[in-house]
């Protein structure tokens, strides 16, 4: 825990100032010490992205990442101590009861981050992405290797920018820090809510967020970009609504950065390109000259994600389209590509892909409706939350998120559907829907009370329904962390064509690789695709950095 926490506090000073240089650059004068530091998040993504084009993130780029620091900080001193003083004032003016919410969140925040990870994805492939952006950057053809690689992430660069793997192994918490900064955030609105005798129920809106911190922990373990996705867009809901009457440049420019961050996390996330454009439509006159700068926001996100998806996976388009003429000769091929796709959408309705492939629209939204375990409760309750929600759409923004989350599931029903993928617009429509239900005084201190224990349950309780024995806090990781994995160590090491890969001995599910030492791939799905494919991975050169093609293994 206290490892992690020091590491916070300098992340925190990283992203501080360069967020600060950030909105001083496109001449933001006026934002929320908060948002401030998303932004900085967003430049430090930026930078790291076209870092990992040429090198790894490695010692190298972290010395030239601090030093860039210390010289804005020197350019910017004033305003980034005015900033840090600001910040500090806005804690300590917080009400007794508030403070306490946001140091038993704090600590419990870090005491899951030090525990055991959990989640799958943690396991497949977030760990080796960043063993391999450390290393080497982006790797041409990596998805030759593992497929899951290629769905490499902006929170998965930044993390990897802000992981010290040179100093040390098991920083892995970004989303950790994610979510305090969310909390944070939302006790701030909530006291400003309490205190403002005209009630902004928007502000209630965002205050309420701490009220799904026990549903998001199990994500903050990991650097996991549905967290950070259900973070920032709450925050764009809140400054749409909170500037649909009136929208500053300021405000325009934040909700644009924003947007743009949530797309190269997540690029499912486009639909959320409606929030800006509506803003800058509907204030068109005060915000036409600054048309410049918002296209050179997302032009330069675009052109970084394309450069990402061509080196790592041979396909500008990835994972959306799969054109043949943009083919480069580290592509997947055409048909493992397509059983990608077919397994990716056939698992979002729990179904076998020889299902989905042969099933009507109507027997999908079946399959997705009577889905087993979490996944169909969170469903069912998707579509009784659009039934009730419907009873809301007198206020115009509402209508417009309303819309928005209905194009997002519907692009889901042609991808897949996962609730993971439509979790953010499922909170956000929930908070909207609390904000005008729950809003005196003490219910609402009643909700953060029952979150914390909850929240208390989940670390320190080991049995609970659903969780590991290795997935609660113990005292010895009060300074250090659990290892970024939740499987121990043990690989062994064999050669096919001219790759050497490391093979994870313990690890029983197919996608899976932990902390092994790249290249990794596990046992079963090297067999699986030699046997069904006739392919096997083989490195282009010595050099892992000239990464992989798939080579037929048949004469």
Request: hydrophobic letters at 50%.
């Amino acid at each position: 825990m206290l490892l992690i926490l020091l590491s916070w506090i300098y992340i925190i000073i990283l992203a501080s100032v360069a967020g600060i240089s950030l909105n001083k650059y496109l001449g933001i004068t006026k934002t929320d010490d908060l948002t401030t530091i998303f932004h900085g998040f967003f430049s430090i993504t930026i930078f790291a992205s076209i870092w990992a084009i040429f090198s790894g993130l490695n010692v190298i780029f972290c010395i030239v990442l601090s030093l860039s620091t210390a010289f804005l900080f020197y350019l910017n001193r004033k305003e980034c101590l005015s900033y840090f003083l600001r910040f500090k004032e806005g804690i300590v003016k917080l009400d007794s009861f508030f403070k306490l919410i946001l140091i038993g969140v704090s600590i419990l925040i870090l005491a899951q981050c030090a525990s055991a990870p959990t989640l799958p994805d943690n396991e497949s492939y977030y760990i080796q992405t960043i063993l391999w952006l450390n290393e080497f950057g982006f790797v041409k053809g990596l998805t030759n290797l593992h497929l899951f690689l290629g769905q490499t992430s902006g929170w998965h660069i930044l993390q990897s920018a802000l992981s010290f793997s040179f100093i040390y192994p098991n920083f892995n918490d970004i989303s950790g820090l994610c979510l305090l900064l969310g909390n944070v955030f939302a006790v701030i609105a909530l006291q400003k809510f309490i205190k403002n005798h005209n009630r902004n129920k928007t502000l209630l809106y965002i205050g309420l967020l701490p009220v799904f911190n026990c549903f998001l922990f199990p994500f903050i373990s990991s650097p996991s970009p549905d967290l950070a996705v259900i973070i920032l867009l709450a925050i764009v809901v809140f400054k749409f609504i909170t500037n649909y009457k009136a929208c500053t440049k300021d405000e325009l420019l934040s909700v644009v950065i924003l947007t743009a961050f949530l797309i190269f996390i997540k690029v499912t996330a486009i639909v959320c390109l409606v929030f800006p454009f509506v803003l800058f439509i509907k204030h068109y006159k005060a915000n036409k000259k600054h048309s410049i700068i918002i296209g050179s926001i997302y032009t330069t996100v675009l052109l970084l994600m394309i450069t990402k998806n061509i080196i790592i996976t041979g396909n500008a388009l990835y994972p959306l389209f799969d054109f043949d003429t943009f083919k480069t000769s580290w592509s997947l091929p055409k048909n493992i590509s397509s059983y990608f796709s077919s397994y990716g959408n056939a698992y979002g309705y729990g179904i076998p892909t020889t299902v989905y492939e042969t099933s009507s629209v109507v027997a999908l939204l079946k399959y997705w409706i009577n889905y087993t375990g979490i996944d169909g409760f969170i469903n069912k309750c998707m579509v009784v939350l659009l039934l009730v929600f419907a009873f809301f759409l007198k206020h115009k923004p509402f209508r417009i998120i309303y819309g928005v989350t209905i194009i997002q599931l519907v692009l889901l029903f042609y991808t897949s559907p996962q609730f993971r993928f439509y979790l953010p617009f499922f909170i956000v429509l929930v908070l909207l829907v609390l904000s005008r239900v729950f809003w005196k005084k003490s219910v609402i201190k009643f909700m953060l009370i029952c979150s914390i224990l909850l929240c208390f349950g989940f670390v320190f309780i080991p049995s609970l329904p659903g969780k590991t024995k290795t997935s609660s806090f113990h005292l010895k990781n009060i300074i250090e962390p659990y290892s970024n994995s939740k499987y121990p160590l043990e690989y062994k090491t064999i050669t096919t064509n001219n790759a050497t890969l490391n093979i994870p001995v313990g690890i029983d599910f197919f996608w899976g690789t932990g902390n092994t030492p790249i290249p990794a791939l596990n046992e079963q799905q090297l067999d699986y695709f030699k046997t069904y494919y006739n392919v096997l991975p083989e490195q282009k050169s010595s050099n892992l950095k000239d990464g992989f093609i798939l080579k037929s293994t048949k004469q």
